[in-house]
């Protein structure tokens, strides 16, 4: 394989990983959220933004704090 075929690969694979732990991600988000955990600290803690923080909870039917 020549780099570039070996970089697309690792990157393939990242991207698949990625798209695998979104969701575990966005339900630990929406479980922090409904135990009472500020969206300031949730976003903090896994690096998204308060903005994307706040579209997962509405998406899950929470109101913003």
Do not use: F, H, W
Not at 20 to 47: C, H
């Amino acid at each position: 394989m020549t780099t570039l075929e070996d970089a697309a690969q690792t990157y393939r694979q990242a991207k698949d990983a990625l798209d695998q732990a979104r969701p575990a991600l966005a339900d630990a988000i929406v479980e922090a959220a409904r135990a009472g955990t500020k969206q300031a600290d949730i976003a903090r803690i896994s690096g998204y933004t308060r903005e994307q923080v706040r579209r997962i909870c509405r998406a899950a039917g929470l109101q913003a704090e």
